[in-house]
């Protein structure tokens, strides 16, 4: 006999979890109880947002579950928008939130919120402890089904009387769930037909999404295009499923994605899109995308399938297992890499034409480009993790970095959290401890969840902050210019805080940038810096992301 | 249509031409679900986050105790009601869903109506639950209720009858449906 609490340390433990990610409230005093011997390393974060982030981030660099205690009451409604972060990229994170005794249940109790209620359409399962005796086989549940399938957030509700029951412990062995059984073998007769078609395009495109990188596929991917030269564009999930900077890479895809990727789309006869959503930021006008071509359309999820644009083939599974076995029938039709001469030369005009440019200060200003161009050669082209927040900053990012290597590039793409960077990189810093992780925010981004640079400090993780300061609410400001006749409403930052105050206060280092004349050897030397530091870029405070799809425009009509 | 973000102006009549986009076709989906707490939330919280209204719905069990069947009716544009089936099987308690296709099944419902009845109209009111092989179930010295069984074109046409005798109250259960032949629904 144990307590329940301490079944669910037992059942963690099974699932492999060595770190969890929370804050312990009154409702689950239980849990943290088991917590305190159970051999788990738990980080106290300062806020359950970045608690909830913190594992979305480990679940995104390692690959593995990312899981996150919260109490019951505001605890479990701050997890609600890392919750929906999760849904909307598909994170594995399984939460446990605290919950008032069964009795209180309804009754306006202290500390009592309908978790269950209010995140039902933000998870992908979630589970109302109604009985002791299920936590067991309900624990491990969750971690199927956060990890299989298309992955995604589960959350466990626990009343606190019911933890604190003893119950006979067994482990659990399989799992069994008769509603939930996801598609992961790819229909061989619908591989057979990609792969034909595949051959047979004049104009093709490989158009990889986040789900490659979730499918652990980027190889496959990767080989699949160098059969015989394919094209490849990634959305700003999939930034890192095919090798950048590379001959057959086009850049990345959609509003501020190159012209070049964006034009081969418009121009394409058959596009392969792996693990990709056709989300509104990829597509631009539904109406007018990539209207000359054939869809293949693989996805572990046949809701996907369809849902924005039609697909001509249709491959239900897990990419990786397509992918290879579309690689061995594609191989075997032993396409003629000469057919695509006519479409490389056209891509190469366009890339010649349309390269990614700004133009740079005449003085010693940094130019937030400038900053990330710096960053990826102080990093010695890119060997580090990078997460970013939302907005300039993260376009910037995603157009002028470049990703060898899957999992490298943590995001918030669907949900566009800001707020995200900062504990999604704390908790790829824990993940992935001998690897430099960095986060690039913005001054507005940082200031959302910047508490937990007092968690970095605490734990010694040496995650560098690295502040594009332009004192703007910068792409908001942007849109503001180009689409509300620059009338500045409510996107003046001023410059406060003192960030360097501020990272000492909280127990990091703290450094100013102001010069681009020496950025790349100062990046390198705050970089080089032990434990948590804070940089505070000081950049142009007006620019704008370029290219851009207007919204509602079609690729095509690209600006800038 | 304008995008979020953008200055361009909708008008109201834009916004309301995108949003009545109705084919008229009326779906009937029979759903199997587990019998758990949260299941039928979750499948009605998929439908009005895309705004659509659900006619009808009726909770029952079946055969199998662990199993509950949820019946909906629905009406809306093809392409999205497919995009709400996708979105229901991925819901872990939910184990079938079929879009019943009208001659493929039978569907019934049932109706109680409370009909004004002096010892005047009676006779006729009568006369009108006979032909329609309804039943009175309770009869007052102003009032009977009638019940009323079949599909829901006869229950309709049943209202229409009897609406003029003065229609006190009505409860209607909505649609329960299963397919024809020996296939499971």
Not at chain 1, 48 to 53: F, P, T, W
Not at chain 1, 125 to 153: L, N
Not at chain 2, 171 to 182: D, F, V
């Amino acid at each position: 006999m144990m307590r329940a609490v301490d079944a669910i340390m037992e059942c963690l433990k099974a699932e492999g979890v060595d770190v969890v990610f929370g804050y312990p409230g009154g409702a689950n005093l239980p849990t943290y109880d088991a917590m305190y011997d159970s051999g788990i390393r738990h980080i106290l974060v300062r806020h359950e947002a970045g608690g909830g982030h913190a594992a979305e981030g480990y679940a995104k660099a390692s690959g593995k579950v990312g899981v996150c205690f919260a109490t019951s009451g505001p605890g479990a409604t701050n997890i609600v928008t890392p919750l929906t972060d999760a849904m909307m990229d598909s994170v594995p994170v399984v939460f446990f939130t605290g919950q008032v005794r069964t009795e209180l249940l309804g009754t306006d109790g202290f500390q009592e919120a309908d978790t269950f209620g209010i995140t039902m359409p933000i998870v992908k399962h979630s589970f109302m402890i109604q009985h002791p005796t299920e936590i067991p086989r309900i624990v491990h549940e969750a971690f199927h089904i956060a990890r299989t399938g298309r992955p995604g957030p589960v959350l466990i509700d626990m009343p606190t009387d019911l933890t604190r029951t003893e119950i006979d412990y067994q482990p659990v062995g399989d799992v069994r769930l008769p509603g939930y059984q996801p598609t992961t073998e790819g229909n061989q007769k619908q591989i057979r037909l990609a792969a034909k078609a595949m051959a047979n395009a004049r104009r093709p495109v490989i158009y990889a999404g986040g789900g490659v990188i979730n499918a652990d596929a980027s190889s496959e991917l990767t080989e699949l295009a160098l059969v015989d030269g394919l094209p490849v564009t990634c959305t700003l999930m999939g930034l890192g499923a095919f090798p950048a900077p590379h001959q057959q890479w086009l850049g990345m895809l959609g509003m501020h994605g190159t012209r070049t990727a964006n034009y081969a789309m418009d121009e394409a006869d058959l596009i392969v899109a792996v693990g990709a959503r056709f989300d509104d930021r990829i597509t631009g006008k539904l109406s007018e995308f990539a209207p000359r071509a054939k869809f293949i359309h693989i996805d572990i999820d046949p809701a996907e399938i369809s849902k924005n644009v039609p697909a001509h083939i249709p491959i239900v599974g897990d990419a990786k297992n397509i992918l290879a076995r579309l690689l061995s029938e594609y191989r075997g039709l032993q396409p003629d890499p000469a057919r695509l001469a006519e479409w490389w030369e056209r891509i190469e005009r366009w890339r010649m034409q349309h390269p990614l440019r700004y133009d740079d200060s005449a003085d010693n200003e940094i130019k937030p480009q400038f900053l990330v161009q710096a960053l990826y050669d102080a990093t010695d082209r890119g060997d580090c993790i990078l997460a970013t927040d939302i907005g300039q900053h993260q376009m910037w990012a995603a157009q002028y970095f470049h990703f060898t290597k899957p999992r490298r590039w943590i995001q918030s793409g669907g949900l566009g959290t800001m707020g995200f960077g900062l504990p999604a990189a704390m908790g790829a810093a824990v993940a992935q401890p001998d690897l430099r992780t960095i986060v690039l925010s913005g001054d507005a981004s940082i200031q959302m969840n910047m508490q937990e640079l007092s968690t970095l400090a605490t734990y010694g993780i040496p995650v560098k902050v690295v502040i594009m300061n332009n004192g703007y609410l910068g792409m908001v400001r942007q849109w503001q210019e180009l689409f509300w006749d620059r009338r500045y409403s409510a996107v003046e930052m001023s410059q406060w805080p003192d960030f360097v105050k501020l990272a000492e206060a909280m127990g990091c280092h703290g450094v100013r940038l102001v010069d681009k004349t020496t950025l790349v050897d100062d990046l390198r030397a705050a970089l080089a810096l032990d434990g948590p530091v804070v940089i505070d870029a000081r950049v142009t405070k007006e620019e704008s992301v370029y290219p851009m799809i207007a919204p509602g425009q079609a690729a095509r009509d690209m600006v800038g | 249509m304008g995008e979020p973000g953008t200055k361009e102006l909708l008008s109201l009549a834009e916004l309301d031409a995108a949003a009545g986009v109705r084919t008229g076709r009326k779906h009937v989906l029979s759903i199997l679900v587990e019998n758990k707490p949260g299941v039928l939330t979750r499948i009605a919280g998929l439908f009005a986050r895309r705004g659509f209204n659900i006619d009808t719905l009726v909770v029952g069990p079946t055969d199998d105790e662990a199993l509950s069947r949820i019946t909906l009716t629905v009406d809306g544009a093809m392409h999205p009601i497919d995009q709400v089936t996708k979105q229901l099987h991925k819901l872990v308690n939910v184990l079938k869903i079929r879009d019943l296709e009208p001659d493929e099944a039978v569907a019934r419902e049932m109706a109680l109506f409370k009909i004004s009845a002096d010892a005047g109209s009676r006779g006729e009111i009568m006369q009108v639950v006979e032909i329609f092989r309804a039943k009175i179930i309770d009869v007052q010295r102003r009032t009977v209720i009638v019940e009323v069984t079949g599909t829901h074109d006869k229950v309709e046409a049943f209202e229409r009858m009897v609406r003029p005798f003065g229609l006190v109250e009505m409860a209607r259960t909505g649609e329960i449906a299963l397919s024809r032949g020996r296939g499971e629904t």
